[in-house]
Structures are given as structure tokens and as C-alpha cells.
């Protein structure tokens, strides 16, 4: 067995490293992404960096060769979004790593290449249209209809927790095709929705830590061509590429975050020094570590069974599970050690501009979002412990 | 990067659950529970087939495969709770006698001892020093030279396997700081009394009177031994213990989905399952930094600040995962779950005992380097 990385892997995860902190995120970038409206991204410079990504071949990298991509591996592609997620930058993981790929390979050729070149150029992203005000865990119980129209389909409903669509050019969206609500899950079809179309509106949420939005969809008319895959058959494209998003959503580099800015205010910061001293300290920081050491071989593990050809499903939920805890754990024992200055969202003082004081308001969602922990930990116990339902 | 196990250790690793499995009948395992719970036929069995002496070298005639394959059967031994205290003794005793002598003065004098230990003809344990890195440690071994020779004075508590070792080596204080030394426990000025540890197994309270010692390393030197003995025990602390807990679950799974209650199976209440997932994630994030510590130690060898950090992390992991695993393990179970006469309460005893002995994570917490 071996667990450190491979040269190869190394060498590209020093690579990225460095790509992302010298050329991505550089400071009127990191300026941008602390405005409120451009938390997720969609400024001015954000865009400036997308289309650099995409010139630079970063986005294509992780699509597979046979669509034209660099076939990077799973374990790769782990390690591109952990560099990446690591630096702050929102890196398009959507396009880049998971909805892009399925576009690629179920969208109709009539919109499919031109969709895809965008994206692989880094000039679209997309956002996700799933959750509904009554359809969050229970997904297979959402409402937003798509009616058979002549040409096309005219869809009428509304998502929330549609994050980035404010400056999305395209919304992937799960809508009920079939009108017999009890088939749940069974009747479900996935379109592209372009969001200049007429009807289609959004609207921010305000959340306690990051930004996202409601979108409304009133009379929506799309082309057949903007059916993706096949018809009622939505849901295993919806499922299809969970496993990797989940551990994007955790990976060791965003988790280990606050326990690296810690560490370099410890060592560096006249501030803090001191406390290098206290045995509670160092107690808190080797706990942090021992527990960040299991959630880097954790995400490791699940990328490669995922490379070699396994589902990674049961992996991917166990380390979502674990990770999005500790991220949450990490934010009140880094807090501790930090005080009352880990507490300053401005003014002089601030640690890692801001950086901490967020990591509390922004990281609650991580334990519910990108699916609640209950329903994980439901994977593990009935798909890897076949525990009856 | 790569998490699949190898040919050969597929094979072994069939080889060593077949004789666990075997030696691990309920009835067999009453018998040896109040016995002392060590199984002579069970240690002659792994003997037969060259299992004792896996990871020493061939030229004493040992199998000299690496760590990362002897950490596959230590899980076997932690899957069954097997009677038999292999981290004690071929990883405390034999491996690190091993490691810590080779190009050294004491490298001639071991070589013997070596060889009927690869064989299981003799048996040996280590009585380390305290995990805990107090300033005073409150009972300790004095060694003394007079003329050539050594002696030990002093006693040592909760020794693994002494009251049926052929041999120890112990830490003393000297002269010259600390020193290791091999006793040869038959020799005269060594009692050994026998004790009880809380999973059924023998140890022994060593009191020595002026007991007759060969040097093996003395000062820096004893300390590298003592961080080496630390560094492949831990390790193997953590194979054993995925074991365990891996089995633990799987036990609660099965009888979680078999017993029923308020007209279904106890599995299908959430806080019942949810209390099982909670247990394999914790014993997926022992395996995997157990599999980190076992690599390192095979690549890097016992020495590398990287192994040994590993193994300090993986030990911390399975002091929690033990806890919490064989705690809510025996939750699902209630009352079956401690009655004799279903398997569970040995791996939860096993359990406790694996977590403190050698270093809980109080206990190893600050000895983690982060600055």
C-alpha cells in the first residue's frame, strides 16, 4: 500500500499550489471575494480568473479525454479542487469537475458543443436547480413542473439554495415531467435553462454567512434540444456524480484552513506567541492535527476507490460525515486558542482579514448542506452496513 | 497511491484467519478466559507456519517480511481477539530486540535469542517505560554495575506476558541516564507476581533483587530504543484495534438487523443505525491512518520523524475509536451484549485494556510535535 502521494501527485499538487496562489488569487481578486455579492464569485475579476483557468486548461483538465478533457484522475481531481479550495478560490467545481462532465455526455448535440466550449473556456457556469421551499433532504418530492408544449417544455415552479445563479448563464434544473406526483423520484427530468430566458427571475438570501438565492421560473419556455438525457430519467443524473462533490465539500485542504492560519499566528504573530506555552494549547493543536491527519487519508482513500472503479459512495458519505464535523469542532477549538480577536469581522486587528470571523457564520451549512448528515449517515448504515430500511 | 494489499499478504492474510478462526471457538475461548486467556495449541499453530517469526529477518530465520504485512495479521489477531498477545510479544519484544540491534555491540548477543523467538520456542515481552513523560515517575528500576556486571533492582508493574516470558528487556536508570538491559526472567533475584488484566490476560509484577542484566544500549541510545519500541507498538496497537472494532461492528450490525422489537428490526430506528454509522466512520478513520503508519514504517523504516508521527497518530485513533466503538457497540446490544455467552464482552474488554496500555490520548496527546 502507499498513502503519501506519488511523485507525480506530488509534483502536481506543488504545481497547483503554486498556479493558484500566484496567478488565481491575487489580491484585488481576494478583495473582490469578500464583497458580500460576489462571495461565490461573479465580479468583475472573478470572471477575469475563469476565463484565465479556462485559457490556462485547468477546467478542462479533469473532463475525461474522450470529451476532449485532460483525464485526470480521481485522485487528481481531488487534489485540484483541495489546492484550490485551500487558496479561497471558488473554484468552479460544478462545470469544472461534476454537472460539466454529465452535460458533456448527455446534453442533445444541438446544444451540447457549444455549452461545453463555454464552459471549458471558463465564459459559463452553472448553477444548481434542486432544493424547493418543500423539497430539501426529500428531493424525489419536488414540484417544479415541465408541461409538453409544441417545440418544447414551459416550466413553472421555484428553487431556493440556487447558489451562483446571480451570475449563472445557465441553470441545471430537476423538474417534474411526469404529472403523477407519487412516481417521486421516477418522474423527474434534468433541462438546461438558460437565465436571459423570459420568466425566469432571481432573488438573493441573505444568509448568516454566504450569499445564495431563490429562483422562480413563471412560464418558462425551453427547446426540446435543452432536454438533457432522457425523459423522466433525470434522477441518475442528478445522483450520478454525488460521491465527488461530497468530497470537494470537506476536502482536508478547506477543513485544515483555520488549524493553518492558527499555526502561522502561533509561530509568527507577536499576538499569540505566548501561547505556544500553555500546555492546553498545544493539547488543542495536536487534537486538531490527530483528527486532520484521518480526514486528509479519508478524502485519499475515497478518491482512489473512486479511481479505481468503485462507487466511493459509502466512503464519500463517512468522510462527509466526519469532515463537515470537524470543520465545525476545528472552528470553536481554533477559536478558543485565538480569543476575542477571532470574534473581529473589521477593523484593525482583524485576523487573516476576516477569514476567521467567518468560518462560524459560513460553516454551519456544511453539516446539512451538500446533503444532511442524518441522510449520510443513512448511506453508511444500510448501503455499507446493510442495515435493513 | 494505492490501498489494495498485496498477493502474498492476501495469502497470508488468509492463512492467519483461518488459524484464528479455528482457535476461537466459544467453547475454547471459556476454557482460556479463566486461564489466564493465552492458548499454547494457538501459539504452536502460528509457530507451525512461520507466523511468530514474520517480520524478523531470515538470517534468524524469520519470514523477514515488512510491517505493513504483519499489521495484516495483527487485525486478524484483533478480528477474532485472539488468545494470544502478539503485540507484546513479537512487536514490543521480538521486532524491536531486533530493530535496536542490529549494527550495534549487542547485535552478538541477541542473534541466538532472536532465533528462538522467529521459531516460538521462546517467548519474550518489554517493560517500557511509562508512556506518560512525567518528571518523576514514581516506581522505577535501578541498574547497577559491579565488575563487568549488571544488575537490576526495582519493580515494574502490569509487565505483558512476564508471569510466561522467557525473557524481558527493561528500561532502568543508571548511571549514565537510561539504560536497556535483558533479563532472562528465569534468573535468580527475579519474582514475578502474577496479576490480572482486565481482558482475562496475565501479566506480571516484576521485583527484582539485584537480578543478573546484559546491557543492550545505554543513554541516546536507549532513548532511540525506547522511541523505537514506542514507535512499532503503536503501529501495531492501531492494526489490532481495526480489527476489533471492525469486527465490533459488524456484530452489531447483525444482531441489530435480527432482533426485533415494536414489530421490526431494532436496525431500522435511526438512532440505533446512526449509532452503528457513527462506529464505522470511526473505524475508517482508524483504518486509514493505521494503513498511513504501517506504510511509513515499511517505506521509511522506524527512525523518520514521519513514521513515527504516524504511529503516534494511529495510536491516539484507536484509543478513541476503541472507546467509542465498543461503547456504542454494547449500547445497540443492551443486555445481550454483556451476557458471557455472547462474544461481545471480550472485545469490549480487550478494548479497554488496548486503549491504555502503551499511552491513551491523554497520555500521547502532548507528545504529538506540531511546532
Not at chain 2, 415494536?262 to 493505521?290: M, N
Request: charged share 20%; hydrophobic share 40%.
Amino acid at each position: 500500500m502507499q498513502t503519501d502521494l506519488s511523485p507525480e501527485h506530488l509534483d502536481f499538487q506543488q504545481s497547483v499550489r503554486a498556479y493558484m496562489a500566484q496567478s488565481i488569487m491575487t489580491p484585488d481578486f481576494s478583495a473582490e471575494l469578500q464583497r458580500p455579492e460576489f462571495n461565490h464569485g461573479g465580479g468583475p475579476v472573478y470572471w477575469q480568473k475563469m476565463r484565465q483557468l479556462g485559457a490556462d486548461g485547468w477546467i478542462r483538465l479533469s473532463w475525461p479525454k474522450e470529451l476532449g478533457g485532460g483525464g485526470a484522475d480521481a485522485v487528481q481531481q481531488y487534489l485540484l479542487v483541495n489546492e484550490a479550495k485551500r487558496a479561497g478560490v471558488p473554484w468552479p467545481s460544478l462545470s469544472a469537475n461534476s454537472i460539466g462532465p454529465v452535460l458533456a455526455n448527455h446534453a442533445q448535440p444541438a446544444i451540447r458543443d457549444r455549452v461545453v466550449r463555454e464552459i471549458l473556456d471558463g465564459e459559463s457556469y452553472l448553477a444548481i436547480g434542486y432544493s424547493e421551499p418543500s423539497a430539501g433532504s426529500d428531493l424525489a418530492n419536488l414540484r417544479t413542473r415541465a408541461e409538453k408544449v409544441d417545440g418544447g417544455w414551459c416550466i413553472n415552479g421555484q428553487k431556493i439554495w440556487t447558489s451562483c445563479a446571480n451570475f449563472s448563464q445557465y441553470i441545471w434544473l430537476a423538474a417534474r415531467t411526469d404529472p403523477d406526483p407519487s412516481l417521486r423520484h421516477k418522474g423527474l427530468s434534468v433541462f438546461l435553462v438558460p437565465t436571459d430566458t423570459p420568466g425566469y427571475s432571481c432573488t438573493p438570501i441573505h444568509t448568516m454567512g454566504v450569499g445564495t438565492n431563490a429562483t422562480y421560473y413563471q412560464d418558462v419556455f425551453v427547446p426540446d434540444t435543452h432536454l438533457v438525457g432522457e425523459l423522466h430519467r433525470g434522477w441518475p443524473l442528478i445522483t450520478g456524480q454525488l460521491n465527488l462533490e461530497r468530497l470537494a465539500l470537506v476536502s482536508h485542504g478547506h477543513v485544515a484552513r483555520i488549524y493553518d492560519e492558527t499555526l502561522e499566528l502561533l509561530l509568527g504573530d507577536e499576538r499569540f506567541r505566548h501561547l505556544l506555552d500553555e500546555p492546553w494549547v498545544r493539547r488543542s493543536m495536536a487534537e486538531a492535527k490527530v483528527k486532520l491527519e484521518a480526514l486528509k487519508l479519508m478524502c485519499f482513500r475515497a478518491a482512489w476507490i473512486i479511481q479505481e472503479g468503485g462507487s466511493g459512495m459509502v466512503e464519500a458519505s463517512a468522510t462527509k460525515v466526519f469532515g463537515s464535523e470537524l470543520y465545525v469542532e476545528l472552528g470553536r477549538s481554533m477559536g478558543e486558542i485565538l480569543g476575542t480577536a477571532s470574534l473581529l469581522s473589521d477593523g484593525p486587528e482583524v485576523l487573516a482579514e476576516g477569514y476567521v470571523e467567518r468560518w462560524y457564520r459560513r460553516g454551519t451549512v456544511h453539516t446539512f448542506g451538500g446533503g444532511a448528515n442524518e441522510l449520510q449517515r443513512n448511506i453508511v448504515a444500510q448501503a455499507g452496513l446493510k442495515l435493513p430500511r | 497511491m494505492n490501498f489494495s494489499l498485496t498477493d502474498t499478504q492476501i495469502e497470508i492474510r488468509e492463512l492467519a484467519t483461518r488459524i484464528f478462526r479455528d482457535h476461537t471457538t466459544q467453547e475454547r475461548l471459556r476454557q482460556l478466559d479463566r486461564t489466564g486467556y493465552f492458548d499454547e495449541e494457538l501459539w504452536r499453530s502460528l509457530a507451525s507456519v512461520g507466523l511468530l517469526g514474520l517480520a524478523l529477518d531470515e538470517a534468524h530465520g524469520g519470514m523477514g517480511m515488512d510491517f505493513e504485512t504483519l499489521a495484516v495479521v495483527l487485525q486478524e489477531c484483533g478480528r477474532f481477539v485472539a488468545p494470544v498477545p502478539l503485540v507484546a510479544t513479537l512487536v514490543s519484544g521480538a521486532l524491536t530486540l531486533q530493530c535496536c540491534t542490529k549494527d550495534s555491540d549487542a547485535q552478538a548477543l541477541v542473534a541466538p535469542l532472536l532465533k528462538r523467538l522467529a521459531s516460538g520456542e521462546a517467548l519474550m515481552t518489554a517493560a517500557l517505560p511509562a508512556a506518560k513523560r512525567t518528571a518523576k515517575n514514581a516506581q522505577g528500576v535501578t541498574a547497577v554495575q559491579v565488575n563487568r556486571n549488571w544488575t537490576l533492582s526495582g519493580i515494574r508493574s502490569a509487565v505483558p506476558c512476564a508471569d510466561k516470558a522467557d525473557h524481558a528487556w527493561v528500561s532502568a536508570s543508571c548511571a549514565d541516564g537510561m539504560g536497556i538491559f535483558l533479563l532472562d526472567l528465569h534468573a535468580t533475584g527475579v519474582a514475578v507476581e502474577r496479576q490480572t488484566l482486565t481482558s482475562g490476560e496475565y501479566a506480571g509484577r516484576l521485583v527484582l533483587n539485584h537480578a543478573p542484566a546484559d546491557l543492550l544500549a545505554v543513554g541516546q541510545q536507549a532513548l532511540d530504543w525506547v522511541a523505537t519500541a514506542e514507535t512499532l507498538t503503536w503501529a501495531a496497537q492501531a492494526a489490532w484495534a481495526t480489527g476489533a472494532c471492525a469486527e465490533m461492528v459488524l456484530m452489531g450490525s447483525t444482531y441489530t438487523t435480527e432482533r426485533v422489537q415494536f414489530g421490526k428490526p431494532i436496525a431500522t430506528f435511526q438512532a440505533v443505525a446512526h449509532q452503528l454509522a457513527d462506529a464505522c466512520i470511526d473505524t475508517e478513520c482508524l483504518r486509514a491512518v493505521s494503513i498511513q503508519a504501517s506504510c511509513r514504517l515499511s517505506t521509511e523504516g522506524y527512525m523518520p520523524a514521519s513514521a513515527r508521527e504516524a504511529a503516534l497518530v494511529a495510536k491516539v485513533w484507536a484509543a478513541d475509536a476503541l472507546h467509542r466503538v465498543s461503547h456504542k457497540v454494547q449500547q445497540v446490544h443492551g443486555g445481550a451484549g454483556v451476557d458471557r455467552d455472547y462474544p461481545l464482552f471480550r472485545y469490549a474488554m480487550a478494548a479497554k485494556q488496548a486503549e491504555v496500555m502503551y499511552g491513551g490520548r491523554e497520555t500521547l496527546l502532548p507528545r504529538l510535535e506540531v511546532f
